[in-house]
Each structure stands twice: as structure tokens, then as C-alpha cells.
């Protein structure tokens, strides 16, 4: 599988130590140097962008992807990214939730 995580978070990491193995993993995140140390030690590709925007998730083969994981710590980020994987047609979306606020919200856009 064609797997896309946004966010190189404790979940993120974990989540690429898991998959990378198996399957074709890439990873988006905006910090450099969480991306400079992801990137050396493991097989994922990296992407050093906003994870929310059009640029990062095209670069990252979107369109391509069979699971799109949200990690970011912020739940209204976790939500743009989800929305704009659920407008690319990806089928499987999943996200974080940090606040149980926002449950409806990510219900809402599927």
C-alpha cells in the first residue's frame, strides 16, 4: 500500500517504524530537522512542507495514495489535511484527535 502520514510526531514516527517495511511510506512534516533526522534513519520518504497545503500533499503523491495518516498535534491542522485527502479521493483517512470537541467536526467531513 501507498501510505501518506502528516506529521513526524511521536505517533507519526511510531507509525512509520511499524509500516516502512511493508509498504511504500512518505512522510510530510514542516520541521527540517525532524525531517533530516526521519529521513537518515529510515526508508520513508520525506517531505519538509506544511503538511495542509496543496503543494506538500501533491508532492507527496495524494492522488496516489491508498491511507492518508494525519499525526499533527493540532486538530484543526489534522482536519485541513483529511479534508483535502477526502477531495483527492483517497479511501482510507485517518486522524488524531487530540480534543474530543472536535469529534463532530471530523465526523462532518467523513
Do not use: W
Amino acid at each position: 500500500m501507498y501510505i501518506v502520514i502528516a506529521g513526524i510526531t511521536t505517533l507519526g514516527r511510531k507509525l512509520v517504524e511499524q509500516l516502512e517495511d511493508d509498504h511504500d511510506v512518505v512522510v510530510i512534516d514542516e520541521d527540517q530537522d525532524k525531517c533530516e533526522r526521519l529521513y537518515s534513519s529510515s526508508g520513508a520518504t520525506v517531505i519538509n512542507k506544511a503538511p495542509s497545503t496543496l503543494t506538500a500533499l501533491e508532492d507527496a503523491g495524494i492522488t496516489e495514495a491508498d491511507v492518508l495518516i494525519s499525526a499533527l498535534k493540532e486538530d484543526n491542522e489534522n482536519m485541513v489535511v483529511c479534508s483535502l485527502a477526502k477531495k483527492y479521493g483517497v479511501p482510507k483517512v485517518i486522524s488524531r484527535v487530540e480534543d474530543d470537541e472536535y469529534l463532530g467536526a471530523f465526523e462532518i467531513i467523513g
